[in-house]
C-alpha cells in the first residue's frame, strides 16, 4: 500500500482522534482510538499477507476499520464519514453499526453474519483485538463485568462468524477465524483464574 493510501490512513486518524477525543476503554487507562488503529492495522497486516481481492478494496476496507465505531459511539453524521472514508468506506462503517444496543444482540449479530465480506473482515479483526484486550486488561476490568456484560455481546457473533464462508477473501477470512478462537480461548483461561475477583 502506497503513499497515497498512507496520506487517506493519516487524514482518517485524524479525523477519528478528534471523534474519538473524550472516550477510552479498559476503565480510563486507553484511548479508544488505539483499538480502532489496532483493528486496523491487524487487517492490514492480514489481508497484505493473503493478497487477495483488488488493492483499492483492500485498502478501502482497512482504511474503513479505523472508523468501524464512529457512527456509533460518536455524534458524527454520514456526510462527515464520508467525506473522509468515501462511498465504501461509509458502507462498510454502515455495515459495522449496531443501531440495536447491546442489551439484545441477535438482530446486529444477524446483520454481521449477512454483511458483505469487507464488513465480516472487520468485525473479525475488532473481535480479536477486542478479546485480547480483555484478556491482558483482566487486572484492569472486573471479571464480573466480563462475564456479565463482555462475553454475552460477543459470544453469539463469534458463533456466528466462526464458519461463515468468504469467497474473495477465503485466506484472510479463515486466517482472521483462527486468531478469534485461539484469542477467545486464551480469554477465557485468563478468566479462570480471576474468578471471584482475584488470580491466584
Request: glycine share 8%; aromatic share 8%; charged share 30%.
Amino acid at each position: 500500500m502506497g503513499s497515497i493510501f498512507e496520506k487517506r490512513r493519516a487524514e482518517a486518524l485524524s479525523f477519528v482522534k478528534k471523534m474519538h477525543s473524550r472516550r477510552t476503554r479498559l476503565g480510563g487507562k486507553e484511548r479508544e482510538w488505539h483499538h480502532l488503529d489496532r483493528v486496523s492495522r491487524i487487517l492490514e497486516a492480514v489481508l497484505d499477507g493473503s493478497d487477495e481481492g483488488n488493492q483499492e478494496e483492500r485498502e478501502n476496507i482497512v482504511i474503513a476499520a479505523l472508523g468501524h465505531d464512529t457512527l456509533e459511539d460518536t455524534d458524527v453524521t454520514e456526510a462527515e464519514i464520508e467525506e473522509y472514508f468515501g462511498a465504501d468506506g461509509l458502507r462498510l462503517i454502515q455495515g459495522m453499526t449496531n443501531r440495536f444496543g447491546d442489551e439484545h444482540p441477535e438482530p446486529y449479530v444477524r446483520q454481521v453474519a449477512s454483511a458483505e465480506e469487507g464488513v465480516r473482515l472487520i468485525k473479525l479483526s475488532d473481535l480479536y483485538d477486542n478479546c485480547t484486550s480483555v484478556t491482558y486488561g483482566m487486572a484492569v476490568m472486573d471479571a464480573a463485568w466480563v462475564e456479565g456484560y463482555f462475553l454475552p455481546i460477543v459470544r453469539p457473533m463469534i458463533a456466528a462468524l466462526s464458519t461463515v464462508p468468504f469467497e474473495t477473501y477465503p485466506r484472510a477470512g479463515g486466517m482472521l477465524q483462527t486468531m478469534v478462537a485461539l484469542s477467545y480461548r486464551v480469554l477465557l483461561n485468563e478468566l479462570d483464574r480471576y474468578r471471584d475477583g482475584k488470580a491466584d
